[in-house]
């Protein structure tokens, strides 16, 4: 094996051990919706590693009491509460946080939906696991909230990535990589900003399920590669891209509706959580770029056997996807 094939082999382990890895890090979701004036609905998630749930509890203000006992069930692999809390005075001043965030490596979401329509968005970290509820929220904390939810979704959307990651392989001339990823970005930004207003829509596990699909598409492409013959999605890889990007874009849609969009700055929260996708996407371009270039010279390359290395590991990734995905439409 070549030292780009052992590379490859050590960057695509990475990706197929992380989904088994990666349950800690999913972020809670605390959301409380305004009903009435000082009245509260609740529904706090809190990821879950099998049957056992982490060790996280939603802090409310002392004025919050609750106003009946929360009902309580397993959903997606994820444990829920719903109650009701009043809140004396609201919640304007008052200091919300999660106990036991700081002995995790995951974090939260908050989300505060205000009976006028204003929407409070917080992202609490081990660091920092608590805030002062403003009532409402600054263009510039909106953008400064949604901008690195949106780096952090893509980077730790091993999907995504590892459909970027196989347009890399597949693609040898860097102009043509550029415009590929530039078609790309056009098109999952385009159902992304349509899905998340609400103009269109599509079931989010099917969605899932055929985005694991599209990578070992692209795997398979790798694979049937030879030299002197060029097949389409080498002509014309920007084609397969934008085709794939719509469908992608659909996924980036699903994790933002599930944080929401605040109401008086929707366009806002939308271009920057979309900046945020594309920073963390280029972020991570960069990356592989200068891990292959670094293992090119360190030795004598052997491109093709590298690339049908890449191809059928990362088809393997896919593939393993596809049949969880595929497993939880069934469920």
Known sequence: M?????????????FLVAPSMAHEIRPAYLNMRETESGEFA???????QGSMRLGLYAHLPKACVE?????????????????????AGGLKGGEIGINGLKSTMTEALVRIEYENGDTEVARLMPDAPSFVAAGAQTSLEVAQTYFPLGVDHILSGLDHLLFVLALILLIRHRWMLVKTITAFTIAHSITLAGASLGYFSLPQKPVEATIALSIAFVASELIRMKPGERRLSERYPWVVAFAFGLLHGFGFAGALKEIGLPQSDVPLSLLTFNLGVEAGQLIFIAAALVVL??????GTIQPAPARQLGAYMIGTAAMLWLVSRIAGLAA
């Open 293 to 298: 270039r670094a293992a090119g010279a360190l």
């Open 2 to 14: 070549t030292r780009l094939g052992a590379l490859l082999a050590v960057l695509i382990t990475v």
């Open 67 to 87: 106003k009946a006992e929360p009902a309580r069930s397993i959903e997606s692999g994820a444990h829920l509460e719903r109650w009701t809390v009043a809140c």
């Open 42 to 48: 609740i529904v706090w998630k809190v990821p879950a």
